[in-house]
Each structure stands twice: as structure tokens, then as C-alpha cells.
């Protein structure tokens, strides 16, 4: 078999619909014109992230078979790259030779590349590659990985947003409701809003608690928009919530910080969700950065390097949790006895209604482009359907949503 053209769409963040422009604290929140906190600057996030969420990239065969991949957030650097770079590389090669085709794509970026969007591009090759090869055997890529270890995928419900008290509350019920045992919110504010935003950031924990009780797991999302003395007292005075983990409190590179902030933390302090490559996840597992790896399959340089980076955290008895609970992670967590729940994302009862109201058209957070998303039932997914990676395309809301 040998590959014989690559193409790539870029994708609007328009498909990931409204829930981009709720308020939330991040990386960019220190900038007034990039903060939403307050969700009165809605467009803040679509400003610094750009037009392009993901590009999806289709590899064809002269066996007549098509793989298909995705890399997101990093605009439409990932769909140059592919093209002037990774294509010709790969043109003509046998597609089921992914160990030396990685090696070749990750040696020819190193001058650009390392991190960010040449192993986003890389990430969205692979993945094509590996359904190719799920494609050829007519098997889900999670046999391919030694077969499934669980017969279901637990899920944690990751939509709530802290529009209002009320709605939270809504939201966190509801997902209780519908069997989530375990779910994650976005932190509102950060250092620029002292300790007024300190309080608020606090006080949507507790309205989530009190919404759920003691038996619901409880995460929270600070999204790099923190930094290390800030975390420290911040997550001094969340102590009393008994929460399951707090992801990203300062940026990525900042990896002592993290240590600091983990070593001090009464909960549990997750990140990797902007990290990249093998290099990059064992440097935050060999300095006791993270209790829990989040890695992203559609960044990390895709799924032949997740599974070297599931190794490495399982020797470190660190568990995996991807960011993003698209098919291919669900493939990689129903085969790996490291990792053990998936990211969801629930769209709560109160939007779905604002959407009906307004005849706005449907979309699922970051999963509109494909025919076949995840669906979670009473807080749990069962293993992904089809041969491949389970990432047949909707080629109708592909379409509307692809941009030049």
C-alpha cells in the first residue's frame, strides 16, 4: 500500500458553537481587551485563538483507503505545514510504517517545529495513519493496541460554565442527574482580580458542591491564567471542597512552578494539555510536576507518541486523562490500563433551549465536523463503533464550517 495524496480542511471555531465566549479565567485574561471574566468582552477568546479550530487532514492510498486526522489550535499554520512540509514527505511511502514516518516528520520540523503547530501537523498525520491502518483490518484501532481493557469508558461531564450562580447549579445537577460521577469547571478570575476574584473563584466551588454533595468528584479548570503565588492561595482556601484535581494553574513552561504548586496544593494538580512529544511530558513527570497527565492526542505529536507518553506517566504511576474526548482518545483509553476516564462534553438543558429559541444551528462544543461523536450515557461512553479511528467526517457540517 502506499500513500498517494494528502489534503487538509481548516475548520472555524464557529463548530465548537457559543461556549467559547463564556467567561472564563486564561492565559490571556492579564490583557483587558482578551478578558471575559466577566462575560461582558464575548468575543475575547475568538480574538487571540484565530478564525481556524481544527484542520482535518485525509490521507489517500492506492488501496483505495482514506485515513482520517485532526490537529487543533494553532490556526491554519497546521494545514501549511502538512502541505509544504509532511506531504512530501510522505507521498509515495507506505502508510502502515508510522514508527519511521513519525521519526521522519518530527526530524524534518525540528528547525520550526519541537512544539506547537508542526507537531499539531504531525498529530493530525499520524492520526490519519493510524486509521488507515484500523481501516485495513477492518478493526477498531483499539484492537490494534492489544484489545480493550474496560468494557465501557467512564466519562466526566466538562461543560460547566460559570455563567451565573443559578445556572451552574443547573447544569451541575443535571449532569449528576444523567450518572456523571465525577465533573469539571472553568475558574472565573485570576491575579488581576485580586482578592474579590479570589472570592468569586471560590464561591462557584461551593455552589457546585452544594449542588452535587459529597459524593461527586469535582475538578477545576484554571487554564494557565494563574500564577504560582496566586495558585498557592487560591488553592489554600479550596481545600474544604475535596476536589479531584485543578489543571493548569500557571503556563506550560513554567514547570517549576508547577512543582512548587503541587507540592504545596491539598488536591491533586493535572496538566500536559499543552505539552508536546514524549520530551516535553518527561520532563513534567521526572520533576514532580503533575499528579495527573493530560495530554492531547491531536497535539502531542498524535497517537504513536500518546502511547510512548502513557508508558513513561504508568512508570511514574501518574495516570493519563487526555484533554478532549474525541474518538481517537477513546481508542487509546479503551485500550490502556493507565488511563482511566475520558473528558466529555455535555451541552446543559438551559443552553439547548436558548438554541431551540433562537433556531441557531447545532453544534456539539468540538465535535460538529464528525458523523459519529462520542454519546455518553449515565456517565458513560461505550467503546467507539467502526474500523479506524472512528472518525467518519460529516460532510455536510465539514462544509459549512471550513474557512480558506
Not at 482520517?68 to 490556526?75: K, L
Not at 495516570?319 to 487509546?332: A, D, E, K, Q, R
Amino acid at each position: 500500500m502506499e500513500i498517494t495524496s494528502v489534503r487538509s480542511t481548516n475548520v472555524s471555531t464557529d463548530s465548537w458553537g457559543e461556549f467559547v465566549e463564556f467567561p472564563l479565567v486564561t492565559v490571556m485574561s492579564k490583557f483587558d481587551e482578551y478578558n471575559n471574566a466577566d462575560g461582558d468582552n464575548p468575543q475575547a477568546r475568538r480574538k487571540w485563538m484565530g478564525p481556524v479550530g481544527d484542520v482535518v487532514v485525509e490521507i489517500e492510498t492506492d488501496a483505495g483507503i482514506t485515513g482520517v486526522g485532526a490537529g487543533n489550535w494553532a490556526t491554519g499554520a497546521i494545514s501549511t505545514i502538512v502541505e509544504e512540509t509532511l506531504a512530501k514527505l510522505i507521498v509515495g511511502e507506505d502508510p502502515t510504517e508510522r514508527e519511521r514516518l513519525w521519526d521522519m516528520m518530527y526530524r524534518a520540523t525540528i528547525p520550526f517545529g519541537r512544539k506547537g503547530a508542526a507537531i499539531e501537523a504531525i498529530s493530525a498525520v499520524d492520526l490519519a495513519l493510524w486509521d488507515i491502518a484500523g481501516k485495513e483490518v477492518e478493526k477498531p484501532v483499539y484492537e490494534l493496541l492489544g484489545g480493550p481493557t474496560k468494557d465501557e469508558i467512564p466519562a466526566y461531564a466538562s461543560n460547566l460554565h460559570p455563567v451565573d450562580h443559578e445556572k451552574l447549579a443547573e447544569e451541575a445537577i443535571q449532569y449528576a442527574e444523567e450518572g456523571f460521577e465525577a465533573m469539571k469547571l472553568r475558574f472565573r478570575y485570576g491575579p488581576e482580580a485580586g482578592r474579590a476574584g479570589m472570592k468569586e473563584n471560590e464561591a462557584i466551588i461551593k455552589t457546585v458542591r452544594d449542588a452535587v454533595g459529597d459524593e461527586i468528584a469535582i475538578a477545576g479548570d484554571a487554564y494557565m491564567g494563574w500564577t504560582v503565588r496566586y495558585a498557592k492561595k487560591m488553592l489554600d482556601r479550596l481545600e474544604p471542597y475535596d476536589m479531584e484535581w485543578v489543571e493548569e494553574p500557571v503556563i506550560p513552561d513554567d514547570i517549576d512552578g508547577y512543582a512548587e504548586v503541587r507540592e504545596s496544593a491539598p488536591m491533586p494538580i493535572s496538566g500536559g494539555e499543552h505539552e508536546f512529544t514524549r520530551w516535553g511530558h518527561k520532563e513534567l513527570l521526572e520533576r514532580g510536576a503533575v499528579d495527573i497527565l493530560q495530554p492531547d492526542v491531536h497535539r502531542c505529536g498524535g497517537l504513536t507518541e500518546l502511547l510512548k507518553i502513557d508508558s513513561m506517566a504508568s512508570a511514574h504511576d501518574v495516570p493519563v486523562i487526555p484533554h478532549s474526548g474525541t474518538n481517537p482518545h477513546l481508542h487509546f483509553i479503551a485500550a490502556s490500563t493507565n488511563a482511566p476516564m475520558a473528558e466529555y462534553f455535555p451541552i446543559p438543558e438551559w443552553y439547548k433551549e436558548r438554541q431551540r429559541e433562537a433556531e441557531d444551528r447545532d453544534s456539539t462544543y468540538a465535535d460538529a465536523i464528525y458523523a459519529n461523536p462520542p454519546n455518553a450515557e449515565n456517565g458513560t461512553i461505550p467503546l467507539p463503533d467502526g474500523t479506524g479511528t472512528s472518525s467518519e467526517l460529516n460532510r455536510e457540517a465539514l462544509e459549512h464550517f471550513s474557512i480558506e
